[in-house]
T-cell receptor
Framework: AAGVIQSPRHLIKEKRETATLKCYPI?????VYWYQQGPGQDPQFLIS???????DKGSIPDRFSAQQFSDYHSELNMSSLELGDSALYFC????????????FGEGSRLTVL | DQQVKQNSPSLSVQEGRISILNCDYT??????FLWYKKYPAEGPTFLIS???IKDKNEDGRFTVFLNKSAKHLSLHIVPSQPGDSAVYFC??????????????WGAGTKLIIKP
Protein backbone atom coordinates (compact mmCIF):
# COMPACT_ATOMS: atom_id res chain seq x y z
CA ALA A 1 0.00 0.00 0.00
CA ALA A 2 1.16 3.51 -0.76
CA GLY A 3 2.54 5.45 2.18
CA VAL A 4 3.42 9.05 2.87
CA ILE A 5 6.52 9.94 0.85
CA GLN A 6 8.97 12.57 2.02
CA SER A 7 11.93 13.95 0.15
CA PRO A 8 14.76 14.38 0.53
CA ARG A 9 15.42 11.88 3.30
CA HIS A 10 18.62 13.67 4.28
CA LEU A 11 19.68 17.25 3.71
CA ILE A 12 22.75 19.16 4.83
CA LYS A 13 22.78 22.94 4.69
CA GLU A 14 24.88 25.80 5.97
CA LYS A 15 23.63 28.50 8.33
CA ARG A 16 21.57 31.21 6.62
CA GLU A 17 20.83 28.97 3.65
CA THR A 18 17.38 27.88 2.50
CA ALA A 19 15.90 24.39 2.46
CA THR A 20 12.74 22.90 1.02
CA LEU A 21 11.18 19.65 2.16
CA LYS A 22 8.50 17.87 0.19
CA CYS A 23 5.67 15.62 1.28
CA TYR A 24 3.44 13.46 -0.87
CA PRO A 25 0.44 12.24 1.11
CA ILE A 26 -1.31 8.94 0.69
CA UNK A 27 -3.71 9.06 -2.29
CA UNK A 28 -7.15 10.31 -1.27
CA UNK A 29 -5.76 12.00 1.85
CA UNK A 30 -6.60 15.69 1.78
CA UNK A 31 -4.99 16.89 4.99
CA VAL A 32 -1.27 17.23 5.59
CA TYR A 33 0.57 17.91 8.83
CA TRP A 34 4.18 18.90 9.45
CA TYR A 35 6.05 18.02 12.64
CA GLN A 36 9.56 18.85 13.80
CA GLN A 37 11.50 16.60 16.14
CA GLY A 38 14.76 17.90 17.55
CA PRO A 39 17.40 15.61 19.08
CA GLY A 40 16.00 14.03 22.23
CA GLN A 41 12.72 15.92 21.92
CA ASP A 42 9.09 15.08 21.25
CA PRO A 43 7.59 15.79 17.84
CA GLN A 44 6.33 19.38 17.73
CA PHE A 45 3.42 20.28 15.52
CA LEU A 46 4.33 22.98 12.99
CA ILE A 47 1.46 23.48 10.60
CA SER A 48 -1.35 21.69 8.80
CA UNK A 49 -3.27 22.08 5.55
CA UNK A 50 -6.70 20.99 4.45
CA UNK A 51 -7.75 21.29 0.83
CA UNK A 52 -4.75 23.51 0.07
CA UNK A 53 -5.62 25.97 2.82
CA UNK A 54 -3.75 26.32 6.07
CA UNK A 55 -5.96 24.78 8.74
CA ASP A 56 -3.88 25.04 11.89
CA LYS A 57 -0.62 26.53 13.01
CA GLY A 58 1.66 25.35 15.76
CA SER A 59 5.16 26.34 16.75
CA ILE A 60 6.34 27.16 13.25
CA PRO A 61 9.00 29.93 13.13
CA ASP A 62 8.33 32.98 10.97
CA ARG A 63 11.34 31.95 8.85
CA PHE A 64 9.40 28.88 7.76
CA SER A 65 6.52 28.76 5.34
CA ALA A 66 4.53 25.94 3.85
CA GLN A 67 1.86 25.31 1.30
CA GLN A 68 -0.25 22.53 -0.13
CA PHE A 69 -0.61 22.23 -3.88
CA SER A 70 -3.46 21.18 -6.13
CA ASP A 71 -2.21 17.58 -6.17
CA TYR A 72 -2.23 17.70 -2.32
CA HIS A 73 1.50 17.43 -1.96
CA SER A 74 2.99 19.91 0.48
CA GLU A 75 6.29 21.75 0.73
CA LEU A 76 7.93 23.19 3.82
CA ASN A 77 10.26 26.07 3.03
CA MET A 78 12.84 27.06 5.60
CA SER A 79 14.93 30.19 5.19
CA SER A 80 17.81 31.77 7.12
CA LEU A 81 18.57 28.39 8.57
CA GLU A 82 19.93 28.25 12.10
CA LEU A 83 21.81 25.49 13.86
CA GLY A 84 18.72 24.85 15.98
CA ASP A 85 16.73 23.92 12.88
CA SER A 86 18.64 20.65 12.68
CA ALA A 87 15.95 18.06 13.27
CA LEU A 88 13.82 15.33 11.82
CA TYR A 89 10.87 16.75 9.95
CA PHE A 90 7.86 14.49 9.68
CA CYS A 91 4.93 14.83 7.38
CA UNK A 92 1.64 13.07 8.06
CA UNK A 93 -1.63 12.81 6.20
CA UNK A 94 -5.20 11.75 6.82
CA UNK A 95 -8.63 11.86 5.26
CA UNK A 96 -10.81 14.66 6.53
CA UNK A 97 -13.98 13.53 8.17
CA UNK A 98 -12.56 10.23 9.32
CA UNK A 99 -11.65 10.08 12.96
CA UNK A 100 -8.54 8.13 13.52
CA UNK A 101 -4.93 7.98 12.82
CA UNK A 102 -2.46 10.13 11.03
CA UNK A 103 -0.17 8.26 8.69
CA PHE A 104 3.41 9.43 8.95
CA GLY A 105 6.23 9.52 6.45
CA GLU A 106 9.69 8.33 7.37
CA GLY A 107 10.93 11.84 7.89
CA SER A 108 13.50 14.17 6.40
CA ARG A 109 16.61 14.74 8.44
CA LEU A 110 17.94 18.28 8.14
CA THR A 111 21.42 19.04 9.38
CA VAL A 112 22.50 22.67 9.56
CA LEU A 113 26.24 23.22 9.80
CA ASP B 1 -0.17 23.17 30.23
CA GLN B 2 0.08 19.57 29.07
CA GLN B 3 -3.28 18.19 28.10
CA VAL B 4 -1.96 14.67 27.52
CA LYS B 5 0.47 13.28 30.05
CA GLN B 6 2.58 10.18 30.07
CA ASN B 7 4.14 10.28 33.50
CA SER B 8 6.55 7.38 33.04
CA PRO B 9 9.50 8.34 30.83
CA SER B 10 10.56 4.70 30.63
CA LEU B 11 9.38 1.21 31.44
CA SER B 12 11.30 -2.05 31.56
CA VAL B 13 9.47 -5.36 31.14
CA GLN B 14 10.57 -8.97 30.87
CA GLU B 15 9.95 -10.65 27.54
CA GLY B 16 6.71 -12.62 27.58
CA ARG B 17 5.17 -10.54 30.35
CA ILE B 18 2.53 -7.84 30.07
CA SER B 19 3.56 -4.25 29.32
CA ILE B 20 1.19 -1.56 30.56
CA LEU B 21 1.68 1.98 29.35
CA ASN B 22 -0.38 4.72 30.93
CA CYS B 23 -1.67 8.04 29.74
CA ASP B 24 -3.73 10.74 31.47
CA TYR B 25 -5.55 13.64 29.87
CA THR B 26 -7.23 16.76 31.15
CA UNK B 27 -9.61 17.79 28.39
CA UNK B 28 -12.91 15.96 28.55
CA UNK B 29 -13.69 17.15 25.02
CA UNK B 30 -11.20 14.80 23.41
CA UNK B 31 -13.09 12.46 21.11
CA UNK B 32 -10.48 9.97 19.99
CA PHE B 33 -7.34 8.50 21.51
CA LEU B 34 -4.47 6.90 19.68
CA TRP B 35 -1.25 5.08 20.46
CA TYR B 36 1.80 5.38 18.25
CA LYS B 37 5.06 3.47 18.37
CA LYS B 38 8.28 5.11 17.32
CA TYR B 39 11.75 3.76 16.64
CA PRO B 40 14.72 6.17 16.58
CA ALA B 41 15.01 8.20 13.36
CA GLU B 42 11.75 6.81 12.02
CA GLY B 43 8.27 8.26 11.76
CA PRO B 44 5.67 7.28 14.34
CA THR B 45 3.68 4.19 13.43
CA PHE B 46 0.04 3.95 14.33
CA LEU B 47 -0.76 1.08 16.70
CA ILE B 48 -4.31 1.23 17.97
CA SER B 49 -7.01 3.75 18.73
CA UNK B 50 -10.21 4.08 20.71
CA UNK B 51 -13.20 6.30 20.37
CA UNK B 52 -14.34 8.24 23.43
CA ILE B 53 -17.63 6.35 23.35
CA LYS B 54 -15.92 3.04 24.01
CA ASP B 55 -13.97 1.70 26.94
CA LYS B 56 -11.93 -1.03 25.30
CA ASN B 57 -10.44 -1.86 21.93
CA GLU B 58 -8.37 -4.93 21.15
CA ASP B 59 -6.10 -5.71 18.21
CA GLY B 60 -3.96 -8.80 18.49
CA ARG B 61 -1.48 -8.37 21.30
CA PHE B 62 -2.52 -4.76 21.86
CA THR B 63 -5.48 -3.64 23.96
CA VAL B 64 -6.34 -0.08 24.85
CA PHE B 65 -8.56 0.70 27.83
CA LEU B 66 -10.29 4.03 28.35
CA ASN B 67 -11.59 5.23 31.71
CA LYS B 68 -13.40 8.48 30.99
CA SER B 69 -14.31 9.26 34.57
CA ALA B 70 -10.64 9.10 35.52
CA LYS B 71 -9.50 10.66 32.22
CA HIS B 72 -7.08 7.81 31.87
CA LEU B 73 -6.16 5.35 29.18
CA SER B 74 -3.73 2.51 29.07
CA LEU B 75 -2.11 0.32 26.45
CA HIS B 76 -1.58 -3.34 27.28
CA ILE B 77 0.85 -5.44 25.26
CA VAL B 78 0.61 -9.16 25.89
CA PRO B 79 2.93 -10.97 25.55
CA SER B 80 5.74 -8.44 25.25
CA GLN B 81 8.32 -9.15 22.58
CA PRO B 82 11.82 -7.72 21.98
CA GLY B 83 10.57 -5.91 18.86
CA ASP B 84 8.18 -3.96 21.07
CA SER B 85 11.11 -1.97 22.48
CA ALA B 86 10.41 1.56 21.28
CA VAL B 87 8.99 4.87 22.42
CA TYR B 88 5.21 4.83 22.74
CA PHE B 89 3.25 8.03 22.31
CA CYS B 90 -0.27 8.56 23.50
CA UNK B 91 -2.26 11.11 21.52
CA UNK B 92 -5.73 12.60 21.70
CA UNK B 93 -7.72 14.20 18.95
CA UNK B 94 -9.94 17.20 19.15
CA UNK B 95 -12.28 18.25 16.38
CA UNK B 96 -12.37 22.04 16.31
CA UNK B 97 -14.42 23.92 13.77
CA UNK B 98 -11.62 26.31 12.88
CA UNK B 99 -8.92 23.72 12.42
CA UNK B 100 -10.71 20.58 11.40
CA UNK B 101 -8.58 18.31 13.53
CA UNK B 102 -5.69 18.47 15.93
CA UNK B 103 -3.67 15.74 17.54
CA UNK B 104 -2.37 16.42 21.05
CA TRP B 105 0.64 14.31 21.98
CA GLY B 106 1.97 12.98 25.23
CA ALA B 107 5.72 13.10 25.91
CA GLY B 108 6.22 9.41 25.24
CA THR B 109 7.26 6.38 27.27
CA LYS B 110 10.31 4.38 26.34
CA LEU B 111 9.54 0.69 26.60
CA ILE B 112 12.44 -1.70 27.03
CA ILE B 113 11.77 -5.42 26.70
CA LYS B 114 14.38 -7.48 28.47
CA PRO B 115 15.19 -10.96 27.10
Amino acid sequence: AAGVIQSPRHLIKEKRETATLKCYPIPRHDTVYWYQQGPGQDPQFLISFYEKMQSDKGSIPDRFSAQQFSDYHSELNMSSLELGDSALYFCASRVTGEAGELFFGEGSRLTVL
Amino acid sequence: DQQVKQNSPSLSVQEGRISILNCDYTNSMFDYFLWYKKYPAEGPTFLISISSIKDKNEDGRFTVFLNKSAKHLSLHIVPSQPGDSAVYFCAASLIRWWSNYQLIWGAGTKLIIKP
